[in-house]
């Protein structure tokens, strides 16, 4: 294989300037004009959150190199007038050689060994097996039909993006080359969290990890040496630092290129560099909630909105309800530095949710969070309990119009029957209607607790979920039609509704806020670490 697409030269990261202009740049120029950037316009979730974790990996590494240790007095200069240039130039520069996509010895973010090994040599696989949102193998179709046998070619440059999302968020299982079966990799089955800023100048600041003495230990994929079939079938290692993490072959690839297109349709495909699990150091990117059996995972779960989980990203002083990603904290230290406590802090969150091996749904939301909640754990405690309201009073909700539904059917106070009803029920309009609406209300509602407007906060949020449940009864309403048992039916139960309306709204005395029968949480499909 000639060297040949060196990515300090090729475009193939999508940007968008703040002149309007997108297009794909490289390395290089992506560096000097951090600052004109606003945003990556990468479309997919996973390969959007990998293309910031090799950026952030690179910018640390050269700085490590140039600055030494630095601290957040430093991280704020560099927000305000940005990176240094000939720091990241320059190491750019000299690691030059390893940023070849097609390389005989160093391809980027590859196995060069592959080539040779008997596993692999006369073995290949199509480029689909990379990438997340492509039918493969048995794996079910979500976004395209292509047909493993006959696979189109891809451009080197989306291969690349691909590949990145895929080492990052590619669950365990089966692999059956050099090793049964593998790991996952990092941020498999995770919504990632990732602060942004104005620019990607300010969005790498914010999320920039802190040097360290261990620092100089932490060495990104380029960096190290070159995987063997050896390293490929030992055992799962911890990582030394997060440029590890986020550059961590957690499956070995090797692209092959087409003569005729210039561009790749088989892949050479093995076990990787499998990541062991590390109870002392989460990834910097994911959020945990506290369960019944420890930290879970905050992940992308079906029918769940992720803003009911954003008390998972609040700071949390006793350390008993959630561990919020590393990054949040890194962003609040660093307006903190720059004088800016009160500013408002967009926050990415992306990912890929699956079971086991199966790929489940990638989503990507973006919410603005003013900074006092990323600092004061009280302003996170007054959020958290705000949302715990608003799952109470659902649960309450659920369980009334459940047993309206019920009292439609035949034998309504039959198990079997309120079972049905329950099923009836979620698959109906009444979630939908009301986390809709009052997910409609959140900005105000963090707004207010960041000002410290407490009462005005707590009165906001109790008729925001007040209105929701009428709303939502009323769907449910609707959806049963005006058939006699229906009528029935709601005016048997309608008093119930009411009841929590009124408790909502404090128009009952001494009452305090809603809270569930016997209903469990949802939590994600992943146990921490």
Known sequence: ??????????????????????????????????????????????????????????????????????????????????????????????????????????????????????????????????????????????????VDTIPSAILPAQALRNLLGFLQFTPGGLVKVIRGSDKAGALANT????????????????????????????????????????????????????????????????????????????IRFAAGLALADDANAPDPMASYRIGTNGPVRVSFTEGRAVWRDLSSLMPDSSGKLAIPASVLAWAAALHEATDTWDAEVPVLVAGLASDQAKLLRWRSERFTLPAPLLLNPDAGMLLRQQLKAADDTWFRLRGIAADMIAETMPDPASKDTRTRARAVLDNGPCAAAYFANAER????????????????????????LAVSAQNAWEAVCRSLGQSTEAIRAEARTHFRLRLLLRELRGEVAGTARPTPKTEPSIEAEEVYP
Not at 251 to 266: E, Q
């Open 441 to 464: 209300s959140l900005p105000r509602l963090l707004q207010r607790i960041a000002n410290g407007e407490i009462d005005e906060a707590d009165s906001h949020w109790r008729n925001t």
């Open 1 to 146: 294989m000639t060297r040949s697409f060196n990515l300090l030269d090729e475009p193939w990261i999508p940007v968008h300037f703040g002149t309007g202009e997108r297009r794909e740049i490289g390395l290089i120029e992506l560096f000097k004009r951090a600052n004109d950037i606003t945003a990556l316009t990468e479309t997919s979730p996973p390969n959007l959150i990998a293309l910031h974790r090799l950026l952030l990996a690179i910018t640390h590494r050269a700085l490590i190199q140039t600055k030494g240790n630095w601290k957040d007095r430093d991280r704020a200069e560099w927000y305000r007038k940005g990176l240094p240039p000939d720091a990241l130039r320059g190491y750019l520069e000299q690691w030059r050689d390893r940023f070849w996509l097609f390389h005989p010895e160093h391809p980027f973010m590859q196995v060069a060994a592959l080539a040779e090994a008997a596993e692999t040599r006369d073995k290949t696989k199509p480029w689909t097996q990379i990438t997340l949102d492509s039918a493969n193998g048995n794996a079910p179709v979500v976004f395209d039909h292509s």
């Open 191 to 266: 919504a990632a969290v990732l602060p942004l800023g104005q620019s990607l100048n300010q969005t790498l600041c914010l999320a920039l990890h802190p040097s360290s003495r261990a620092s100089e230990y932490d060495l990104p994929a380029w960096e190290s040496t070159p995987p063997m079939l050896a390293a490929l079938s030992a055992d799962s290692r911890l990582a030394t630092g997060p440029c590890d993490r986020y550059t961590r072959l957690s499956r070995a690839v090797l692209f092959i290129r087409d003569d005729d297109t210039s561009g790749i349709r088989h």
